[in-house]
């Protein structure tokens, strides 16, 4: 999955759906009486409840208008139906509205003509293996699964499944949700993220940075732990020692918040202020012990650093 195709499957809320060449093959099929029958996918149906329990609700949008359709949504226990639609496109106010939710966070799954407008204007855009070539050349994602054959089953898995180990797609969704100003929002999956990934370094300074940018007393531990983490996996993080060092100064700690403050000089070449930071570290410990002989050690480096 792309970078770009995991930031469209993270803001997405709600999953519409077209019913005709995607929820069915697309054929009609009559019996001897003249009564029309579809055939439907027991795998979307699965797709519908798992969706649901995780509380992105599924709504049909179809041209058609018949006791089917009815009956299967009716069956499937939560799936909205919106029937005898005939621009499709235009539902998406009365959506937004309706559920609170922007353009961007609803995903589309169409397969003609008909579809095109709406599926340009949803924020994840899908299509079945053996729809139309208009529709596949515009669609953020084609199925390898033909109409039928559980489509929406594919998308549920692209949006959620799939997601869940992925330790990238729980990063990013924490650098969005930071970024919108929610840093207490990013925390869950930026330690989610850790979890699935605990050995890198951007990714445990990022949610250390948050940590540290809440402010909150109680995070100041869990920010150190994963700062040090950070700079142990990657000591030549400039970034990574500021933050460290601002987070040990929030406790008090002197010595190892200069410590932090001399490593970050030594790495920008500011040989005169990695020796304050150094030598007062070297002051503030007992001699012989570990951060003492760190102090050394970043002493005698920043005597010989070229500029």
Not at 124 to 137: F, W
Not at 186 to 213: F, H
Not at 267 to 289: D, N, Q, T
């Amino acid at each position: 999955m792309t970078s770009k195709l995991l930031k469209k499957c993270i803001n997405i809320k709600i999953l519409l759906t077209d019913v005709d060449g995607v929820l069915t093959d697309g054929g009609m099929y009559y019996s001897a009486h003249g009564d029309v029958m579809k055939k439907f996918n027991a795998k979307d149906g699965m797709g519908i409840n798992i969706l649901r329990k995780k509380n992105i609700p599924t709504i049909i949008i179809t041209k058609e208008k018949t006791k089917i359709i009815k009956q299967w949504a009716k069956k499937m226990n939560g799936a909205k139906l919106y029937d005898g639609i005939k621009q499709k496109e235009l539902m998406i106010n009365t959506i937004c509205s309706k559920y609170k939710v922007k353009p961007e966070e609803l995903a589309y799954i169409g397969d003609d003509i008909n579809d095109i407008e709406l599926l340009k204007r949803v924020g994840l855009s899908a299509a079945p293996a053996d729809s139309i070539k208009e529709v596949r050349k515009i669609c953020n994602y084609v199925c390898k699964t033909y109409s039928g054959f559980g489509v929406l089953r594919e998308v549920c898995d692209l949006i959620l499944s799939k997601n869940n180990s992925d330790p990238y797609f729980w990063e990013m969704k924490g650098q969005m949700t930071f970024e919108s100003g929610d840093a207490k929002g990013a925390i869950k999956p930026y330690q989610t993220a850790v979890s699935l990934l605990p050995g890198n370094a951007l990714i445990r300074r990022d949610l250390g940075r948050v940590q540290l940018e809440l402010n909150d007393p109680a995070l100041l531990n869990d920010a150190i732990v994963n700062l040090r983490a950070a700079t142990i996996e990657d000591p030549e993080s400039p970034f990574t020692w500021r933050q460290l060092a601002i987070a040990y100064g929030r406790q008090g700690d002197k010595g190892h918040s200069s410590l932090a403050l001399a490593e970050e000089a030594l790495l920008l070449g500011k040989k005169s202020i990695a020796r304050y930071h150094g030598g007062l570290a070297e002051r503030l410990f007992p001699k012989g012990s570990r951060e003492w002989l760190h102090a050394q050690d970043i002493l005698t480096a920043a005597r010989h650093k070229k500029k």
